[in-house]
Structures are given as structure tokens and as C-alpha cells.
């Protein structure tokens, strides 16, 4: 599976920013639709750590705490595509984030950087 994130870049504290991941290239028998999808993030000199998952049909959704009530992953399965929309973002939020096929950054694409800062 091949994972393409983008969206990312600068913004200020209280900012928003939307995530988009296309992903293609799926071994036969499967699809888009046979995964679970997942945003992981890493921040310097951090560990990769889990945000959010949604599940095939697009619901549930899962979040990390610190994340629950300002991100909302969801996922478009006629495009391909998942997403991550990013609300109220903190300066603690500046990582590269990752799409990825499960928490631990599996099949994770080259990232897409977002840096919270005024």
C-alpha cells in the first residue's frame, strides 16, 4: 500500500489545518475499504505517537486524549482518501504526521510537517 500525506505547514496557535492522505497501490483481493486507517505523529526527538483511527465504513473513530474534541479523522472511500481536520492547535501539536495502517505507523508515507507557532 502506498500512502501520500499532505496539508501540512505553518500556522498560529488556535489555527486550523486539514490533513489529507491518498492511498493506492493495494494487494489483490484488497482495498481501500478493507483498512482500518490511522494518523500517527512524531514530534523532535520524540517517539511516533498515535493520534486517531477510523474504522473501514468510516465510523467509529478513535482519539488520543489531548486530541479528542479538536481533530476529526474521517475518510472519503469513493476517493481513496483519509483525512485529518485540525482545530484550536497548540503549539504541542508540531510534529510530522503520518496516515498510516495501524498505531504503530505501519506502511506510514514520507509525512507531512505541521508547526504551531506565532
Known amino acids: 500500500v502506498k500512502l501520500v500525506e499532505s496539508g501540512g505547514g505553518l500556522v498560529q496557535p488556535g489555527g486550523s489545518l486539514r490533513l489529507s492522505c491518498a492511498a493506492s497501490?493495494?494487494?489483490?483481493?484488497?482495498?481501500?475499504?478493507?483498512?482500518?486507517m490511522h494518523w500517527v505523529r512524531q514530534a523532535p526527538g520524540k517517539w511516533l505517537e498515535w493520534v486517531a483511527a477510523v474504522s473501514p465504513d468510516g465510523l467509529p473513530t478513535y482519539y488520543l486524549d489531548s486530541v479528542k474534541g479538536r481533530f476529526t479523522i474521517s475518510r472519503d472511500n469513493a476517493k481513496n482518501t483519509l483525512y485529518l481536520q485540525m482545530d484550536n492547535l497548540v503549539s504541542a501539536d508540531t510534529a510530522v504526521y503520518y496516515c498510516?495502517?495501524?498505531?504503530?505507523?505501519?506502511?506510514r508515507g514520507q509525512g507531512t510537517q505541521v508547526t504551531v507557532s506565532s
Open positions: 497501490e493495494f494487494p489483490s483481493p484488497y482495498s481501500f475499504t478493507s483498512y482500518g
Open positions: 498510516a495502517l495501524d498505531r504503530k505507523g505501519s506502511g
